[in-house]
């Protein structure tokens, strides 16, 4: 989720450079006023960003060579919210994939009438660049029962096709877990969905009891699975699931969970609330990156989401020498050593 109306008052301090992993500099925030980001970088050589934008109205899409020119790339909008009807309220979170030839941005939105009874949905598009061309509206993506669902992104493992995504099961207390389902297509779920992880530290529960925003990172013949907690304020943080590549990942018991954060905020440098991520890789290929949204001050006026100031942020993933992620400490707006 994302904020809404701009603070002059609160808006970030300007930022200056810190180093990726290929020692390009790269100017943190990358880019401001937006959330909820996916990056993904294709064969032709783009990185592609989608986010959540501060009215919730519409999806925007830009690409660029480098992760630095994604903060000056011109956005082009290609979905807008419905003037009525389950898609006529917000739009969060797009999440964009590329699939036998052809681009998939899988969204929530909501109806007016009930702001927050998001479910989720794609369009595609079969052009090469998908800046130009049409897209495709292909409807509802439907999972188990009807809910609050939102946040969803696919993954393939061992040449199966998954989707995880964030969903409220009306049975239990709590505002969303994380689930996992198997696809038949990019836009299809085959067989049950199966719940991940729900929230049951303390920390997962301060200000809402949240598991959201996953993301999937694959390396070293493991999976591991980022997800945020917490209210969307300086409270929000990231957790960790992981399992073995050649397990039966639709197997709860083949997840393992962290029992502690692993992305929080950091006071000292000014980054607050972290999380709704996603992963790319650096400009030279070798290192992941953690794509992040958070904010500069402690307390967004007048809450979370109608505080725009949420901005998109970047750094290198470190790997602890078990081979699990290490994302350290977010990192200062301002020069940092790696």
Do not use: C
Not at 55 to 81: C, F, K, M, N, W
Not at 117 to 141: C, E, F, K, V
Request: charged share 15%; proline share 9%; hydrophobic share 30%.
């Amino acid at each position: 989720m994302s904020p809404h109306t701009l603070s002059s008052a609160s808006a970030p301090q300007p930022s200056s450079g810190v180093q990726i992993p290929n020692q390009a500099t790269l100017v943190n925030p990358v880019v401001s006023q937006r959330a909820d980001p996916s990056v993904y970088r294709h064969t032709d050589g783009y990185y592609y960003l989608t986010d959540s934008v501060p009215a919730y109205d519409l999806i925007e899409l830009r690409r660029a060579r480098t992760l630095q020119g994604l903060s000056s790339a011109t956005p082009v909008v290609v979905h807008r919210v419905a003037g009525s009807g389950p898609q006529s309220g917000w739009i969060w979170a797009p999440d964009i994939r590329f699939y036998d030839g052809t681009w998939y941005i899988y969204y929530s939105a909501s109806p007016s009438t009930n702001r927050f009874d998001h479910r989720l949905y794609s369009i595609s598009n079969t052009s090469a660049n998908p800046l130009t061309g049409s897209w495709t509206h292909n409807g509802q993506l439907m999972t188990d029962w009807e809910s609050f669902t939102i946040d969803a992104t696919s993954f393939t493992s061992n040449g199966r096709r998954y989707l995880v995504w964030a969903q409220k099961d009306p049975a239990i207390p709590g505002n969303s877990n994380i689930y996992i389902a198997r696809l038949t297509s990019p836009t299809k779920i085959t067989g049950r969905q199966v719940r991940l992880s729900a929230p049951t530290y303390a920390w997962e529960s301060t200000g809402q009891t949240v598991n959201e925003a996953p993301a999937v990172q694959q390396r070293n013949g493991k999976i591991f699975l980022t997800y945020s907690a917490s209210a969307t304020d300086s409270t929000y943080k990231m957790g960790l699931l992981s399992a073995s590549a050649s397990a039966d990942i639709l197997n709860p018991a083949a997840w393992r969970k962290s029992a502690q954060p692993v992305f929080q905020t950091s006071a000292q440098n000014r980054v607050y609330g972290p999380g709704s991520n996603s992963f790319t890789v650096s400009d030279d290929g070798k290192d992941v990156v953690n794509v992040y949204n958070a904010r500069s001050y402690p307390d967004p006026t007048p809450d979370p989401l109608r505080d725009p100031n949420r901005s998109i942020r970047m750094q290198k993933v470190n790997w602890k020498p078990d081979g699990t992620p290490d994302f350290g400490v977010p990192a200062a707006t301002g020069p940092t050593l790696e």
